[in-house]
């Protein structure tokens, strides 16, 4: 805090209200303050919280892109901003966003360079088409295993025959 000689007569004003007793109940400028800076404190950890977090989901989403090997488009219209710009978004199973601009022109751009807000957007478009992925690879594996189950059956009659 400045000498009391430094102070122009605002800032003496502004000081002496922080200061001043008010009545019970009443909100001071100080409480206000104290508020805010409670508040900036709290957003601060949540940034740094979400930045961790946005973190983690990239770190497992990624080896989880790969073993699915296929790309997601991704609706433009999500980021109203870019949406003028680009004609299409494709989420690429290395966790590269190919984005294709005017007259062409291909940028890239990994999950990693992304908040997590456009990181959620991203997730709520892609996840319901891994999930129908995954879904039919569980239905394919479950043919599979049942013909070769049929198989052995039949091959175990046919070596019995021979017996």
């Known amino acids: 805090m400045l000498p009391e000689e430094k102070l122009s007569s605002d800032d003496r004003r502004f000081q002496s209200s922080l200061e001043s007793e008010d009545p019970p109940g009443s909100v001071t400028i100080s409480d206000e303050l104290d508020d805010l800076e409670?508040?900036?404190?709290?957003?601060?950890?949540?940034a740094r919280i979400e930045k961790t977090l946005t973190r983690?989901?990239?770190?497992?989403?990624?080896?989880?892109?790969?073993?699915?090997?296929?790309?997601?488009?991704?609706?433009?219209?999500?980021?109203?901003k870019l949406e003028?710009?680009?004609?299409?978004?494709?989420?690429?199973?290395?966790g590269v966003i190919i984005l294709e601009v005017a007259e062409g022109k291909v940028r890239t751009r990994p999950l990693e360079d992304l908040s997590a807000e456009s990181l959620v957007k991203i997730l709520g478009e892609i996840?319901?088409?891994?999930?129908?992925?995954?879904?039919?690879?569980r239905s394919e594996a479950f043919e599979r295993k049942d013909a070769l189950e049929v198989v052995v059956s039949r091959l175990r009659r046919v070596n019995f025959d021979f017996e």
């Open 38 to 46: 409670q508040e900036l404190s709290e957003v601060r950890e949540l």
């Open 56 to 80: 983690e989901v990239i770190g497992a989403l990624k080896p989880l892109l790969r073993q699915l090997s296929t790309g997601f488009e991704i609706r433009a219209s999500l980021f109203p």
């Open 84 to 94: 003028p710009v680009v004609s299409r978004m494709v989420l690429m199973p290395d």
């Open 127 to 137: 996840l319901p088409s891994m999930l129908k992925i995954v879904s039919e690879e």
